[in-house]
């Protein structure tokens, strides 16, 4: 049984390992779809979108960095943001109805310009082209806001769950030889004839039908509106692990050359602006139908390997005649916590919330708080929080399947972060490069599994399993990532180093989130449940000393 297991394994992986080749091949010779000429269509597409009865407001499509907007305190945490090399792009400056005049609504509008409601007959859109070749990239939007009531806050309450599933690399609608580097149009609303008439622009401006994506935001989800009876949204971009970082750094800096994004609300007199009521009649979007996630086919074959891995490791840090390290081994579940922020924004009961990166629709009732969190995605972390204090000959041995190789995963990933409520990604390692023993690719280096090899040895299982060891100081170890704390411990894809205040010490405590990224068989993030669960053992005095 367990062969025949690992080879259909094996054998998904190979045929996963030839379509990337054939992708990153087809990108590298600069095959990508059919020029539409996508810019030189956008005054014909603005025009026809005013014709159908639309007021154009333009917003920008631009970078956002979390550890910077955090760095300036416009933002009290980064949301766990996965570190560069992976990146997220923004709507911003997409306000256009929104009260920026009455307290306390004025100041929560000019605090956050990537925020927005939307009037119930309203639309935004993208035009533009999609990232450059990656392991992954995903549109969504979220609510990051509902509307409050007499039973518990009459302002909005925090919810941080997403409208419906990401529009990915697997499932966008483009054209061309592979997802990438490709034409696009991306229409985000709640109402019915809105989108029909935002398609017909489209189509009049030479748009074909095959690259036009509509995102439904569904009033009995979210409620629509202007003013404390709407919700409150942002829309983000993810691209992740990218054939070429030069190439994605080029697309996240300049993304306003790369996608234009306009507010679209309609109107009945163009002589006068519009105002927060609808002028066309209710026809609102349904809810969406959500991928279904799990194939049946687990990793579980591979646990008694996983479970060799663990003995060779503790073996050689904690035995009674090696170093003889105190050590314990942390859990890893899904990330949940009791939020700890302060009440940062007035009239949002943010503290003494959950915190649960998982089940959007769920979460959403639970009145919990999911963080923007992804459907493509599992957020497994680990608990409780350690620290890796200078004096201490502290580390962590991370351990596990790399998911990538049982292809329950487009790519995986482990990424650190420092302070229990800013949560400062300060380094991340991705599955292509967990077999490099710097880690840094930019394609893999060594056989796969090496690094689990270094402990184990030549086990037959070691080609699906990884090992990392994280520690202050690597010292010229292989498969060894250092956590320097300095203001320039973690890449910055552009600009200068983060100038941040010194709230980030060195004794401050830490903690991981492993994230696996979109199975290629459904399209959305692996039911967790078919997983081996990544694991951590920590070695040092801490947890003794508690």
Same mark, same amino acid.
């Given at each position: 049984?367990?062969?025949?297991?690992?080879?259909?394994?094996?054998?998904?992986?190979?045929?996963?390992?030839?379509?990337?080749?054939?992708?990153?091949?087809?990108?590298?010779?600069?095959?990508?779809?059919?020029?539409?000429?996508?810019?030189?269509?956008?005054?014909?597409?603005?025009?026809?979108?005013?014709?159908?009865?639309?007021?154009?407001?333009?917003?920008?499509?631009?970078?956002?960095?979390?550890?910077?907007?955090?760095?300036?305190?416009?933002?009290?945490?980064?949301?766990?943001?996965?570190?560069?090399?992976?990146?997220?792009?923004?709507?911003?400056?997409?306000?256009?109805?929104?009260?920026?005049?009455?307290?306390?609504?004025?100041?929560?509008?000019?605090?956050?310009?990537?925020?927005?409601?939307?009037?119930?007959?309203?639309?935004?859109?993208?035009?533009?082209?999609?990232?450059?070749?990656?392991?992954?990239?995903?549109?969504?939007?979220?609510?990051?806001?509902?509307?409050?009531?007499?039973?518990?806050?009459?302002?909005?309450?925090?919810?941080?769950?997403?409208?419906?599933?990401?529009?990915?690399?697997?499932?966008?609608?483009?054209?061309?030889?592979?997802?990438?580097?490709?034409?696009?149009?991306?229409?985000?609303?709640?109402?019915?004839?809105?989108?029909?008439?935002?398609?017909?622009?489209?189509?009049?401006?030479?748009?074909?039908?095959?690259?036009?994506?509509?995102?439904?935001?569904?009033?009995?989800?979210?409620?629509?509106?202007?003013?404390?009876?709407?919700?409150?949204?942002?829309?983000?971009?993810?691209?992740?692990?990218?054939?070429?970082?030069?190439?994605?750094?080029?697309?996240?800096?300049?993304?306003?050359?790369?996608?234009?994004?306009?507010?679209?609300?309609?109107?009945?007199?163009?002589?006068?602006?519009?105002?927060?009521?609808?002028?066309?009649?209710?026809? %609102? @979007?349904?809810? $969406?139908? *959500?991928?279904?996630? !799990?194939?049946?086919? =687990?990793?579980?074959?591979?646990?008694?390997?996983? &479970?060799?891995?663990?003995?060779?490791?503790?073996?050689?840090?904690?035995?009674?005649?090696?170093?003889?390290?105190?050590?314990?081994?942390?859990?890893?579940?899904?990330?949940?916590?009791?939020?700890?922020? %302060? @009440?940062?924004? $007035?009239? *949002?009961?943010?503290? !003494?919330?959950?915190? =649960?990166?998982?089940?959007?629709?769920?979460?959403? &009732?639970?009145?919990?708080?999911?963080?923007?969190?992804?459907?493509?995605?599992?957020?497994?972390?680990?608990?409780?929080?350690?620290?890796?204090?200078?004096?201490?000959?502290?580390?962590?041995?991370?351990?596990?399947?790399?998911?990538?190789?049982?292809?329950?995963?487009?790519?995986?990933?482990?990424?650190?972060?420092?302070?229990?409520?800013?949560?400062?990604?300060?380094?991340?390692?991705?599955?292509?490069?967990?077999?490099?023993?710097?880690?840094?690719?930019?394609?893999?280096?060594?056989?796969?599994?090496?690094?689990?090899?270094?402990?184990?040895?030549?086990?037959?299982?070691?080609?699906?399993?990884?090992?990392?060891?994280?520690?202050?100081?690597?010292?010229?170890?292989?498969?060894?990532?250092?956590?320097?704390?300095?203001?320039?411990?973690?890449?910055?894809?552009?600009?200068?180093?983060?100038?941040?205040?010194?709230?980030?010490?060195?004794?401050?405590?830490?903690?991981?989130?492993?994230?696996?990224?979109?199975?290629?068989?459904?399209?959305?993030?692996?039911?967790?449940?078919?997983?081996?669960?990544?694991?951590?053992?920590?070695?040092?005095?801490?947890?003794?000393?508690?």
């Amino acid at each position: 049984m367990k062969g025949n297991v690992l080879k259909s394994l094996g054998l998904a992986v190979v045929l996963t390992a030839v379509t990337l080749v054939i992708v990153a091949s087809g990108a590298s010779a600069d095959k990508k779809g059919p020029d539409l000429n996508w810019q030189e269509k956008v005054p014909k597409f603005t025009q026809a979108l005013e014709a159908s009865g639309f007021s154009l407001h333009e917003a920008e499509f631009a970078y956002f960095d979390f550890v910077d907007v955090n760095c300036q305190n416009k933002m009290f945490t980064t949301l766990a943001n996965n570190p560069w090399p992976n990146a997220y792009m923004v709507m911003t400056d997409t306000q256009r109805l929104e009260d920026h005049r009455t307290p306390p609504y004025d100041k929560f509008w000019d605090k956050f310009p990537w925020f927005w409601q939307l009037r119930e007959d309203e639309a935004f859109v993208l035009v533009g082209q999609t990232p450059p070749a990656a392991r992954y990239f995903s549109f969504q939007t979220t609510i990051m806001l509902v509307p409050g009531d007499e039973w518990t806050t009459t302002n909005w309450k925090p919810v941080g769950t997403n409208v419906g599933d990401n529009t990915n690399n697997l499932t966008i609608r483009t054209i061309g030889p592979d997802p990438f580097e490709a034409p696009m149009v991306y229409i985000i609303t709640g109402n019915r004839e809105t989108e029909r008439r935002v398609r017909a622009a489209a189509r009049a401006a030479g748009y074909p039908d095959a690259i036009i994506n509509v995102e439904t935001v569904s009033p009995k989800i979210a409620p629509l509106g202007i003013g404390p009876q709407g919700s409150v949204f942002v829309t983000a971009a993810r691209a992740a692990v990218a054939d070429d970082k030069g190439a994605l750094n080029d697309y996240i800096i300049n993304a306003n050359q790369y996608m234009k994004a306009f507010r679209l609300t309609p109107v009945d007199d163009p002589s006068r602006p519009p105002g927060p009521e609808p002028v066309l009649p209710t026809d %609102p @979007e349904p809810v $969406p139908v *959500l991928r279904v996630k !799990g194939t049946g086919q =687990t990793e579980m074959e591979l646990w008694p390997a996983a &479970q060799r891995l663990r003995k060779a490791i503790l073996t050689r840090y904690a035995m009674p005649d090696s170093p003889d390290y105190d050590f314990k081994e942390l859990d890893t579940k899904i990330w949940t916590m009791e939020i700890p922020f %302060p @009440e940062d924004i $007035p009239g *949002l009961p943010i503290s !003494g919330m959950t915190l =649960t990166a998982e089940k959007p629709y769920a979460t959403l &009732q639970r009145g919990a708080f999911m963080g923007g969190g992804t459907r493509d995605n599992n957020y497994l972390a680990t608990y409780p929080n350690f620290k890796l204090l200078p004096e201490d000959d502290a580390f962590v041995i991370l351990y596990g399947v790399n998911h990538q190789t049982t292809n329950k995963a487009s790519y995986g990933s482990f990424s650190l972060y420092l302070d229990a409520i800013r949560w400062v990604g300060i380094g991340t390692k991705t599955s292509p490069n967990f077999d490099d023993p710097d880690g840094d690719g930019p394609l893999p280096a060594g056989r796969p599994g090496d690094s689990a090899r270094y402990y184990l040895g030549d086990d037959p299982d070691a080609q699906y399993l990884y090992a990392w060891k994280v520690a202050r100081h690597c010292n010229g170890e292989p498969f060894c990532m250092e956590t320097a704390v300095e203001n320039t411990w973690f890449e910055r894809p552009a600009g200068p180093p983060y100038q941040c205040p010194r709230w980030l010490t060195a004794d401050d405590e830490i903690f991981f989130i492993f994230r696996n990224y979109m199975e290629p068989a459904t399209k959305v993030g692996p039911d967790d449940n078919e997983l081996v669960y990544d694991r951590a053992i920590y070695f040092g005095p801490y947890f003794t000393e508690q």
